[in-house]
């Protein structure tokens, strides 16, 4: 399906050059504004039109603030909540608007649609209970929902709905058996404004086509293989009906695996990306166009380092040693070159690698819960927590 699948198997190590004084990463700067004391718990990065980003976190004045990041300035800050609230996401909209989610300890999921000229739309409730909100957007301006409902102390079940580019929630569907027990829900635009959901049960995870109004379009086919457990998936798709899934498997020591997913819902080219006998786990995977790369961490005898493999297939040890916990993130651009962001320590630090790119790593200061998305013309913005701050960084 892409040079990822094909080219895996010929991937060979490339040596590491540590960034000079002509590395374009900038100075760190304040997202937050002064009083908008971020809760560190959650933060998240999306890129939008014309070279900017949106960017949202969890406040503690605050439920829920976002805020647009320019080339070279920033938008007011954005209240979306005035609650207190959890597990903020973003999700661009082919429209140029973002979809903002989160959850609110009660348990009920709200969302919010920050237009490209930072107007809000109004506050939908998607669910008065769930967890795990996954949306995709649509050209219209609506969006598919998808969330996971516990139903029992071993029960939980994937639902969706539709909501209008006015914010109506539509009718709500059950995707799955009553007596499923649904974790790691994702979700991806697929073709025929449907969209491609995926999530696992009893450890093996499984895919499911849906249409915009959130209903199954196919059956229920199985991703990953029997007898192996699933962790950490991650899902993506091209826009032609294919998709790619990535995810860690088993247990002693742990692998990382990837399966392309073709038009229809067969299964290609099951591949380990991971190193043979090293436990790997925390992939981030990103696709634009056909291309895609996946970053994860791998815990050596000498330490955990960040590991990544470009659209062309080449693997690469991306960051230093250090202690385990890194949580990489990755973006990708239009060319096919790759950004990277981690957690070493209490530093946080980036490279950007991949497709003729000289591999360059950069320090950016301190915090936590890093993230990183790029546009397509090659601008990245890296964002993360110091304190109660929420801090970024531009790459131009």
Known sequence: MRALLLAIAAAALV?????????????????????????GRSNAVVAA???????????????????????????????????RAENVRLWPSPTGATVTTWTRPDGAIRLR????????????????????????????????????????????????????????PGPVTTLTAPDADAHDLLGAADIDDGAMLAWTTGGILHGLRVTADGAPARPIFQISGLGETVTAPQLTTDGTGGATAVWVQGAGPTTVQEVAIISDDKLSGLDQLSAPGVPALAPSLAFRGLSGIVVWEERRPGGAVVVGIDADGRRSTLSRPGAPGLRPDTAIDR??????????????????????????????????????????????????VQGTRVRAARFT
Request: without cysteine; hydrophobic residues 40%.
């Open 49 to 83: 039109p014309r070279n900017r980003f949106v960017v949202a976190w969890t406040s503690r004045r605050a439920g829920v603030q976002a805020r647009r990041i320019g080339p070279v300035g920033a938008g007011r800050v954005l209240t979306l909540e005035t609650r």
């Open 335 to 384: 060319a096919g070159r790759g950004f990277a962001v981690w957690q070493r320590g209490r530093a946080i630090e980036v490279a950007r690698f991949g497709h003729a790119t000289r591999l360059r790593r950069t320090s950016l200061g301190s915090g936590a819960n890093p993230h990183v998305a790029a546009t397509a013309g090659g601008r990245a913005l890296a964002v993360w």
């Open 113 to 168: 649609v920050i237009r490209p000229d930072d107007r809000l739309g109004p506050a939908t409730t998607v669910t008065l209970s769930g967890e795990n909100v996954v949306a995709v957007p649509r050209r219209d301006g609506s969006m598919t929902i998808a969330w996971i409902a516990r139903t029992g102390p071993q029960t939980a079940v994937v639902r969706a709905r539709r909501i209008s580019a006015t914010g109506r």
């Open 15 to 39: 040596g590491i050059t540590p960034t000079t004084a002509h590395a374009a990463w900038g100075p760190a700067f304040d997202v937050s504004g002064p009083g908008d004391a971020s809760t």
